[in-house]
């Protein structure tokens, strides 16, 4: 059975600091181009970054470059999404997705709320 299941939302202050985790089962992480979406509410998903099977390539939204850290770990099937300096309008659910060929998979999603 084919599972992503994101972790590490929260509320923060702006300017803090919060690492998502998205651990993966079911398929070969490995093999997968692994991104990070968001939807805010009354809009629509976007990404916000993703990262290639081995980390070679990866690739931002412009409005988190510089704060957002994408990264993975291939022996615990799990990527992560570093988030600092962040921003009012960080404020979404945050979604794991995994490519495969034709294949993508999506997680639950964890709620980033950025408030003070």
């Known amino acids: 059975q084919v599972q992503l299941v994101e972790s590490g939302g929260g509320s923060v202050q702006p300017g803090g600091s919060l690492r998502l985790s998205c651990a993966a089962s079911g398929f070969i992480f490995s093999r997968c181009l692994m991104s990070w979406y968001r939807q805010a509410p009354g809009k629509e998903r976007e990404m916000v970054a993703f990262?290639?099977?081995?980390?070679?390539?990866?690739n931002y939204a412009d409005s988190v470059k510089g704060r957002f850290t994408i990264s993975r770990d291939n022996a615990k099937n799990t990527v992560y999404l570093q988030m600092n300096s962040l921003k009012f309008e960080d404020t979404a659910v945050y979604y794991c997705?995994?490519?495969?060929?034709?294949?993508?998979?999506w997680g639950q999603g964890t709620q980033v709320t950025v408030s003070s």
């Open positions: 990262i290639t099977t081995t980390g070679r390539l990866i």
């Open positions: 997705n995994a490519v495969y060929g034709s294949e993508s998979y």
